[in-house]
């Protein structure tokens, strides 16, 4: 039990599709994550929030839309996907982003883009 | 933004003998952290092991233990007696420990085999 959930685990979705990804952890933490993990590339942050205000967007496409309700509560949005959005979609938690305690991360969805 | 380097995609190692993970980094700043994450095909990511720049001495945790450099700016992973278990992938992490600023950097990662 990692303390980080993410469902689904696996999504297949075609490119006009709106879908959700969702994330909630039960560690008491205040910041919350979106990375994108591709093959063979380095884990690429995408959103960072922290009591539940972004406090980074790493120049994301608009076709990706997060929403932090809580801070135990993280959305992906998602609509009008490219291929190239295939990837492995993880999240993570901390203790809050002005702190330097390690991040946990949930098991992350597959996401596949038809 | 800071760079972090592994220049080992794939290893592979006997159960029981011992692996070394390389990683280098690219950094300007003088106080930060470093982690080794692991990624089993579970696809959870799990620390293993962090440093920080400040101190001189190596981390250690159980079987996996670090040599970090710092002028050197390399920061590798030493995996003792093997075990099935630690068939990950592994990724390197930079955080500066700058206010406002702990975002994580990873490395490509490491995958490791180990055979029995």
């Known amino acids: 039990e990692t303390g980080v959930t993410q469902t689904p685990r696996h999504l297949v979705m075609g490119m006009t599709n709106k879908k959700s990804l969702k994330c909630e952890q039960h560690l008491g933490h205040n910041a919350m994550y979106w990375y994108k993990q591709s093959a063979k590339k380095p884990l690429e942050l995408m959103f960072v929030y922290n009591f539940k205000e972004q406090t980074e967007n790493n120049s994301v496409p608009s076709r990706f839309s997060p929403e932090c309700p809580n801070s135990s509560h993280l959305f992906l949005h998602l609509h009008t996907l490219q291929p190239e959005d295939s990837a492995l979609y993880l999240c993570?938690?901390?203790?809050?982003?002005?702190?330097?305690?390690?991040?946990?991360f949930g098991d992350g969805t597959r996401l596949s883009i038809l | 933004a800071q760079t972090v380097t592994q220049s080992q995609p794939e290893m592979s190692v006997q159960e029981a003998e011992t692996v070394t993970l390389s990683c280098t980094y690219d950094t300007s700043e003088n106080n930060y952290y470093l982690f080794w994450y692991k990624q089993p095909p579970s696809r959870q990511m799990i620390l293993v092991i962090r440093q920080e720049a400040y101190k001189q001495q190596n981390a250690t945790e159980n079987r996996f233990s670090v040599n970090f450099q710092k002028a050197a700016k390399s920061f590798s992973l030493k995996i003792s007696d093997s075990q099935l278990g630690d068939t990950a992938m592994y990724f390197c992490?930079?955080?500066?420990?700058?206010?406002?600023?702990?975002?994580?950097?990873f490395g490509a990662g490491t995958t490791v085999t180990v055979r029995a």
């Open positions: 993570a938690s901390s203790h809050d982003w002005d702190s330097n305690q390690p991040q946990h």
């Open positions: 992490a930079f955080m500066p420990n700058r206010f406002n600023d702990y975002k994580l950097s």
